[in-house]
């Protein structure tokens, strides 16, 4: 029987067709991967000048094993797995059992048989001239070049001991080797392959090709997705010639990447200010952000690292050189990536009519949002289209392209990197380097775009090193990066010099200046670096003032609120922050304005608070609703909330932490206010330290921050300025805590410091050892997983999401958030494993409503249950949030 008697795809329903021919399916993706791969597009364009290939040759090369990619589904084994009643197929009454996944099946079918196929004159292959030396690099090439395409279900596979007899068999009712066999000789006359000696013989050339895989391999992947679409792809089991199915397959092809956003990129237009952005012509630039307009734009993926303080137009900047870098052909795209929800939430929504202006009107660029709790964010689901209809699963273990497709389609976490316009956390396009399902979509989501990441100082040794490798495979293949930073020890700002170089292959130079503020540019020219004012307005200096108990802080505050001002303490612990809550409120004359903020709220009164928090200490709060105002709050005030105080008190943390604190006292134009005052809470200070020094005095700041050298470093330099003083200061108090100051640290504080630098370096290491090794390709041979077991960030302890439930008047269980919309996400609070562990266990008479519950609500399926008030042990309060028993 001929090739057109194997399916493709699998109908779920009783339509006009049973099935999608196997023939039809692979030319569906392929005509995909044919568009997405035109000549005139700059990727395109960029991978064959890499491979020293024209762009139509390259094209013809990639999307000829784009269109046998499904190979293994010749295997009768996989044909058994659906028999329509109306096809004239093989039949599978003797199938084998099908033991292995289909796109194994293809590598292990193509191992097998490639010498005898590539024989075929339809195929020009040059192998009956290559020498001996060169046939021996043949089969390192080929598997090279052919694992992207068996490996697009998001991992690459290889045949190993699988034997092709196990599963493909011969029969009186077919030769299933011969069908394929047959089918890609057929296809080679159609999209010819382009094969060249020097190709297939050289090392180099390999060595290129394997550079380049995994972003081959996200285009296959999403070829094969978006060729899946039953919307646009008919499924047909009439026969016709391939050449004529090309012809539709190639018109529907066109529809879908219409359809999804992908059939062209949106046009920039050229940087013409930022009065065209706003539609003010009283917008004067920040020394920044003139800066970013004045810079010489150089040839090539290139670097720009922006050092400002708080307030002097960073973001506005790195959106100048966005567009500049758009309109001058270095990117077609942009990814915003931020360190928290909360910060990506603000940016979505400051991107959403800023981003049109980088584009002309008619391009109707895609805007995304991407992190892990997007569906409770009401601005990007009211932008969410709805799914496309699904296949029947062909197996539990052999999900279909299309099912993926759809799921993927709904979560734009992994949407965002392929969408014109990505806002999101950090940590979707570090997953492009973890060993995911679909990593490789990532990265080909992120080739030729700018990717912009905020708050680079914000981030551990575990996730810089992370971001080192992103930064070195995101230049290896065309994009470009802007760093915006406030606090950047220069130890830091080489190291990511010095990965972006790597993956440009030129000698690591390292950065010159001093200043700051500076701007760096990087690129194969080298490193420039220029040294600017800041914008007056936000150059300033913080008296800092000093308390060694708790209670001073506590008289402090109420000083303060005696005077009708607002205050915040930002606490280094939880417990730490209800302790002191709980001392205010009682002395406070109006305990309505005190305010707790934390994390270990449920998810709704969250939201709730960081609303409250907003409304009284934001940037259009009036005086009479901040008057007497007191928060009090843990590291989440300083990370998210455009907010500012009168008066900030702090536990002692490192000085980068500080002066990111500081960056809320009084930081929006008021009436008049006292001289700025960061008073830190610290141990006495002394020359001679003992190792106990700060666990005597704040033990849950010990917990946190146990390189206690960085406390009293901090102290010091502090002490010895009397104040913040920004930016004159920035560098001098950053480099007196990071710099090579190892011969200040007293004696009893070298073992925690060397204890922490082993961390540092542990942290590191697991970054490079969690991390796929990009540099040997897209091959096997490493652990992939599911989305569940490797993190983008290093935590020393588990989280757990705890589900608070209640009863209801009837003894039924419930959601805390019951009734409201995404219930089961807001009804969530996040613990450490240790903390959750002393939370009651759920009793036995309510688990069979709770598994009633998870069936209900998918976003409960890991999460650990807790009924609030069957707990004698632990409570919980939306004002408290969750009080752990001893």
């Known amino acids: 029987m001929s090739y057109f008697s194997y399916w493709g795809k699998a109908a779920s329903d009783d339509g006009n067709a049973e099935c999608h021919l196997l023939p039809y399916h692979s030319l569906d993706v392929a005509a995909v991967g044919w568009h997405l791969l035109a000549p005139e597009k700059r990727l395109t364009q960029q991978l064959a000048a890499r491979l020293g290939l024209e762009p139509d040759a390259l094209r013809k090369l990639l999307v000829f094993w784009l269109g046998i990619h499904d190979l293994g589904k010749f295997s009768r084994a996989f044909q058994g797995l659906f028999q329509p009643s109306r096809a004239e197929l093989v039949p599978s009454a003797n199938a084998p059992t099908y033991l292995e996944r289909h796109d194994r099946l293809g590598a292990v079918l193509w191992q097998a048989n490639w010498i005898e196929w590539l024989g075929c004159d339809t195929l020009q292959w040059p192998h009956g001239r290559l020498a001996s030396k060169q046939r021996r690099q043949l089969g390192k090439t080929l598997t090279m070049l052919s694992t992207p395409f068996f490996g697009h ?121 930022m009065a065209s952005w706003f539609d003010s012509p009283q917008i004067t630039p920040t020394p920044l952000q003139k800066a970013t307009e004045e810079l010489t734009l150089s040839d090539g993926p290139q670097l720009c690292i922006l050092e400002d303080v708080t307030g002097a137009g960073k973001t506005e900047a790195a959106c100048i050189l966005t567009q500049r870098l758009l309109a001058a052909g270095h990117g077609e795209g942009l990814y915003f990536a931020l360190p928290t929800m909360a910060t990506s939430n603000a940016m979505y929504s400051r991107m959403g009519n800023l981003h049109r202006h980088f584009f002309t009107s008619d391009s109707a660029p895609s805007l995304v949002l991407s992190h892990g709790a997007r569906d409770l964010n009401d601005e990007f689901m009211g932008s969410v289209e709805d799914a496309q209809p699904e296949d029947g699963e062909y197996a539990a273990n052999d999900m279909t392209a299309s099912s993926r497709c759809n799921r993927w389609l709904a979560d734009s976490r ?225 990370e998210s909330l455009d907010c500012d105080v009168d ?37 006495e200070w002394t020359d001679s330290p003992d190792a106990q020094w700060l666990q005597r005095a704040l033990p849950g700041t010990q917990a946190v921050y146990r390189d206690t050298s960085l406390m009293w470093l901090t102290q010091r330099v502090l002490r010895e300025a009397g104040a913040l003083r920004m930016p004159d200061d920035a560098r001098q108090l950053l480099e007196s805590v990071y710099g090579a100051v190892i011969d200040l640290v007293p004696d009893a504080l070298q073992d925690a410091r060397f204890e922490q630098k082993g961390m540092q370096k542990m942290a590191a290491s697991m970054a490079n050892f969690n991390s796929l090794r990009l540099e040997d ?82 976003a409960l399926h890991y999460a650990q249950p807790w009924l609030v008030d069957a707990d004698e042990a632990c409570t919980y309060s939306p004002q408290w949030g969750v009080r752990l028993g001893d």
């Open 153 to 273: 279900h998001g991992k690459p596979v290889e045949s190993g001991q699988c034997r092709a007899e196990q599963f493909f068999i011969h029969d009186e009712s077919g030769n299933d080797v011969e069908a394929a066999r047959h089918f890609i000789a057929d296809w080679g006359r159609i999209v010819p392959p382009v094969w060249t000696v020097e190709q297939l013989s050289s090392s180099d050339w390999r060595d290129t090709l394997q550079a380049l895989s995994w972003t081959i391999a996200g285009w296959a992947t999403l070829s094969d997705w978006l060729g899946s679409s039953r919307e646009y792809f008919t499924y047909c089991q009439e026969q016709m010639s391939l050449a004529e199915y090309w012809t539709l397959a190639l018109k529907r092809a066109e529809a879908v990447l219409k359809g999804t956003g992908f059939a062209r990129r949106p046009k920039a237009l050229p940087y013409t200010g």
């Open 414 to 638: 992994k949407k965002a990197l392929l969408a014109d316009v990505g806002v999101g956390t950090i940590d979707q396009a570090l997953m492009a380097l973890l060993p995911f399902r679909h990593q490789s979509l990532r990265l080909y989501g992120l080739a030729r775009k700018v990717l912009v990441v905020d708050e680079v100082h914000a981030y551990d040794h575990y996730m810089q090193g992370l971001l080192g490798q992103l930064l070195t495979y995101h230049a290896r293949q065309g994009g470009s990066a802007i760093l915006l930073t406030a606090t950047l020890p220069l130890r830091m700002r080489d190291e990511l010099l010095h990965a972006w170089q790597a993956g440009l292959g030129v000698e690591p130079q390292a950065s010159q200046q001093y200043d700051f503020p500076l701007l760096t540019h990087t690129g194969s020219h080298g490193v420039t670096e220029t040294a600017l004012a800041t914008r007056p307005e936000v150059a300033r200096s913080v008296d800092i003032g000093w308390l060694t108990d708790e209670e001073q802080g506590v008289d402090a505050i109420l000083e303060a609120v005696s005077r009708g001002e607002c205050v915040a303490w930002v606490r280094n612990t939880v417990d730490d922050a209800i302790r002191a809550f709980e001392a205010i409120q009682q002395r406070h004359p109006d305990a309505t304005r005190c305010l707790l903020f934390h994390s270990r709220f449920a998810m709704c009164d969250r939201q709730r608070i960081e609303a409250d928090v907003i409304q009284r200490l934001g940037k259009h709060s009036t005086p009479d609703i901040r008057r007497g105002q007191v928060l009090i709050s843990t590291q989440v005030f300083q």
């Open 647 to 683: 008066l900030m008190i702090s536990d002692i943390a490192p000085i980068d932490l500080l002066i990111q604190r500081a960056g809320r006292l009084q930081r929006h134009a008021r009436g008049p206010r006292r001289e700025p005052l960061l008073q830190v809470l610290a141990p």
């Open 777 to 858: 390709g897209y091959i096997s041979g490493q652990q992939w997983q599911e989305e569940q077991e490797i993190g983008t960030r290093l935590i020393d302890e588990p989280t757990v999401n705890v589900v608070l439930l209640v009863r209801t008047a009837e003894g039924d269980l419930t959601l805390w958030a019951s009734g409201e919309h995404h219930a089961a996400m807001l009804s969530q609070a996040k613990l450490r494993q240790s903390q959750a562990a002393k939370l009651a266990v759920l009793p036995t008479p309510y688990q069979q409503r709770w598994e009633a519950l998870q069936e209900q609500h998918k």
